[in-house]
């Protein structure tokens, strides 16, 4: 289980590093590909969460609390479609869509087999304080004005979705080093 998860691990934090790639984007100008690339990037998280869902789903019992993951990718895909640059100035329906995927990502570490699940639980914890600022996020996106809602948002984007990225990387190095 171990050799194949971390690859699955690998791709499944490419979304969070997201922004990163829209800033190439920009610099190559290649912003006709713009949605193709994103959606891309989704799809390949989509398929490293499914991965390791199969793998973590032979060991662990609590393997169930990874699929809402899968689901808040598919979402992420979505918004990034629906709300790109030229549809949507505001970004309602990406705001959320992000927020959640922090949510379900902290899910996402609980699933992990119970010895594993003594590093995941910390990569859980940070998650989750990531998610109860993503969720107050989007109480300002429900209520608030949109200066507000761009800073949370900017924050969230550049700082502390990469650091849930970062989370997965550190859990694959981990499991190899662990093995």
């Not at 100035?89 to 699933?111: C, G, N, Q, R």
Request: net charge positive; glycine share 6%; hydrophobic share 55%.
């Amino acid at each position: 289980m171990k050799n194949k998860l971390i690859p699955a691990l690998l791709g499944t934090s490419v979304i969070f590093f997201f922004v990163f790639l829209m800033m190439l984007i920009q610099i190559l100008r290649l912003f006709v590909f713009y949605q193709v690339i994103m959606v891309s990037v989704g799809l390949v998280s989509i398929i490293g969460s499914l991965y390791s869902l199969n793998e973590i789903k032979n060991v662990s019992p609590l393997w169930y609390l990874g699929i809402p993951n899968i689901f808040a990718l598919a979402f992420v895909c979505y918004a990034f479609v629906a709300e790109s640059p030229a549809n949507s100035p505001h970004y309602i329906l990406f705001s959320i869509s992000l927020a959640i995927l922090s949510l379900s990502s902290t899910l996402f570490f609980i699933s992990f087999p119970e010895n594993q699940r003594k590093f995941t639980r910390y990569c859980a914890i940070v998650s989750g304080i990531v998610a109860v600022y993503a969720l107050f996020g989007i109480y300002t996106v429900i209520g608030g004005n949109w200066y507000t809602v761009d800073s949370f948002l900017e924050i969230y984007i550049f700082y502390l979705m990469p650091v849930i990225g970062l989370l997965y990387i550190i859990t694959a190095i981990w499991i190899y080093k662990n093995q």
